[in-house]
């Protein structure tokens, strides 16, 4: 994982007292969250499954979308290759505010067993990342307790301070 | 910025000398033990020249000049039934005899027999595409192309085909460098946010020992919990940190609880379904 020298804590400050707004607005997006169908490899496959009957992503609203315009959450699933991203960064882009990021595996978390040229070792080197689910691969329990960290941390936070965009660099 | 450190000799260093490594030999025959390759060999010598011809595990290798690959390939198709090129790579023999060895693999399904169909090229030197008689040298050659810089010519899209088309050096060189390389260490940095930003994100850890439990800003452990940045290096880690799936509070609709609290304590494990 990259040792950043960006603070996020700065942008819009410890967790505070919530609002009755903030609770609701935290409502709404906390148990709404639209993750992106994007998979990069082998994790992509227990992410898959999580999204199937057996697991059951929509018992927490939390249903695929395939576009980044639609999507409130990026998993990042598997080995970010240096060939790839860039792309993985235009979708996090193009995806619309507030929005977060879970990185899925050792892969994405810190490079993993790929110690290599051609893998970026860890993904929050390209984007903010919200939580790491360390694994390789996690099982979909796993997938789903850090969906549920994500809400959690959701609806910890002011409604406001999502908004700030959050920029990694 | 950081300070430059030289870099030109970095690709040219080897990182890895293998002192106390045996080639393995593989028992080689005779042509003449086989009378379908002899008479094989036989018919390609009329027309091309043969540097060698030999059985490997009952395998035919040939070694033809460079400048005949596509003619002895087309000859090997048309006239001799080796009617499937089942791959086609090379082996980087820079370090000792300065180039590459180019095998293709070839199969007949008449004859039931594969031959291995080999030449080399000095590191610069052109090689013809033989793309034109099959077409599965058309990835194979800019796999060839792309992992170890071979001067293809007459492909008609010859482009790396796995690493980016800005990539420096090729990796399967054995010159290579795992480690220490600049331009690939930042590549998605200087890509993405410029090289401006290589100071505000660091460099990359490629130590995979690199794991410190007192670091609780970037590591943790499912079940012992701490708080995010807190200071466990004089033993206050708690034993065991509870489990908390649910919200604070429980969670409510209208003042109502609808989903009992969890007690870990109380909570059982079931052995088998209800």
């Given amino acids: ?169 | 910025m950081r300070a430059y450190s030289p870099k030109q000799d970095v690709q040219k260093k080897a990182y890895y000398n293998d002192r106390f490594h045996v080639v393995p030999q593989v028992p080689r025959a005779n042509v003449e033990t086989n009378e379908q390759f002899l008479a094989d060999v036989n018919a390609l010598k009329e027309k091309f020249n043969v540097l060698d011809a030999y059985l490997e595990k009952g395998h035919l290798v040939l070694y033809v000049e460079p400048k005949n690959n596509v003619k002895v390939v087309t000859f090997l198709k048309e006239k001799l039934s080796y009617d499937m090129m089942m791959e086609l790579s090379a082996i980087d023999y820079i370090a000792t005899r300065g180039g590459f060895e180019i095998f293709y693999e070839m199969l007949s399904l008449n004859k039931h027999k594969r031959i291995r169909v080999k030449c080399f090229v000095e590191e610069k030197e052109e090689l013809q595409s033989v793309e034109s008689v099959f077409k599965m040298a058309n990835w194979s050659e800019r796999e060839m192309y792309d992992m170890y810089g071979i001067n293809i010519i007459n492909h008609h899209n010859l482009k790396r085909i796995l690493m980016p088309d800005d990539w420096y050096d090729y990796p399967l060189r054995k010159t290579y460098p795992l480690q220490g390389d600049e331009a690939a260490a930042w590549y998605e940095v200087d890509k993405i946010f410029g090289k401006e930003a290589r100071e505000a994100i660091g460099p990359e850890i490629r130590d995979a020992a690199a794991i410190d439990r007192y670091d609780t800003t970037r590591f943790s452990r499912l079940g012992h919990e701490v708080p995010y940045g807190a200071d466990i290096t004089n033993g206050k880690e708690p034993e065991h940190t509870p489990l908390a799936y649910q919200e604070e509070g429980g969670v409510k609709l209208f003042g109502v609880r609808l989903i009992k609290e969890l007690h870990e304590d109380k909570s059982v494990e079931l052995k088998k379904r209800r």
């Fill in chain 1, 1 to 169: 994982m990259a040792q950043h020298k960006v603070n996020y804590l700065a942008n819009g400050g410890a967790p505070i007292v919530l609002t009755s707004i903030d609770k609701f607005i935290n409502f709404g997006r906390s148990n709404s969250l639209w993750p992106l169908t994007y998979g990069l490899a082998c994790c992509a496959i227990e992410m898959m499954a999580t999204g199937a009957s057996r697991y059951d992503f929509d018992r927490f609203g939390t249903i695929f979308r395939a576009s980044p315009r639609q999507a409130d959450v990026i998993v990042i699933a598997g080995t970010l290759t240096k060939k790839h991203a860039e792309f993985m960064r235009r979708l996090y882009d193009q995806m619309p505010d507030p929005k977060w990021v879970i990185s899925m595996g050792s892969c994405a978390n810190t490079g993993g067993m790929f110690n290599t040229y051609a893998t970026v070792q860890g993904a929050d080197r390209i984007v903010p990342v919200d939580i790491y689910l360390p694994g390789c691969a996690p099982r979909p329990e796993t997938l789903q307790y850090a969906l549920m960290m994500l809400q959690k941390k959701i609806r910890r936070e002011p409604a406001s301070k999502a908004m700030k965009r959050k920029r990694l660099v």
